[in-house]
């Protein structure tokens, strides 16, 4: 059975925010049940509602005062290690996204330059219009065209050399 898509907008009928509350307290603090016993690892929460004075705390006074205590016993340098402020996410993700930028823009100017190069020997097009950059990018993909096809020879003579040789050995 397919969910209804949940609006993220503040509840303004106080009956049905405290319904809402009610329900999400209930499957936040299950959840955190669930991931103690199956991961066998400590938790805590404390939910502070407007409508009660003192905040519920899971599983209870002594369990989060446990885990309180364990967090602060351990050093700083290895509490913040694994933990990322959200500018430093957006510097990552901003120098990943340059990177595959600049990568997918040497691409797109290489197909560019092929392409190029395929109209320059069909005739369409004259490289006396080009400007020197175009030129040198021209001459690069070339060098680099002319250095395949040189190894694949290569590789093609050593193939043809290596059946005869071989055959040469039975008697």
């Known amino acids: 059975m397919a969910r209804k898509k949940v609006d993220f907008t503040y509840i303004s009928n106080p009956r049905k925010r405290k319904a809402a509350l009610k329900k999400r307290k209930n499957g936040l603090l299950k959840k955190i049940d669930e991931i103690t016993t199956l991961c066998g690892i400590q938790a805590c929460a ?9 905040p519920e705390v899971w599983p209870s006074n002594q369990g989060v005062e446990s885990v309180i205590f364990n967090f602060r ?3 700083e340098s290895a509490r913040n290690k694994r933990m990322f402020c959200q500018e ?15 990568k ?14 395929c109209q320059y020997f069909a ?6 219009k080009c400007n020197i950059i175009d030129l040198n990018d021209i001459t690069f993909l070339a060098d680099k065209k002319l250095e395949e096809i040189t190894k694949k020879i290569e590789m093609l003579l050593v193939q043809e050399v290596t059946p005869a ?6 008697p």
């Open 104 to 117: 997918l823009r040497d691409e797109n100017r290489k197909k560019e330059i092929g392409l190029f190069l």
């Open 165 to 170: 040789t071989e055959n040469e050995d039975k």
């Open 88 to 102: 430093s996410l957006l510097m990552k993700n901003i120098t990943l996204a340059q990177g595959q930028l600049k």
């Open 123 to 128: 005739g369409g097009n004259n490289l006396g």
């Open 73 to 75: 016993g351990v050093s």
């Open 46 to 54: 404390i939910i502070y509602t407007p409508d009660e004075p003192e």
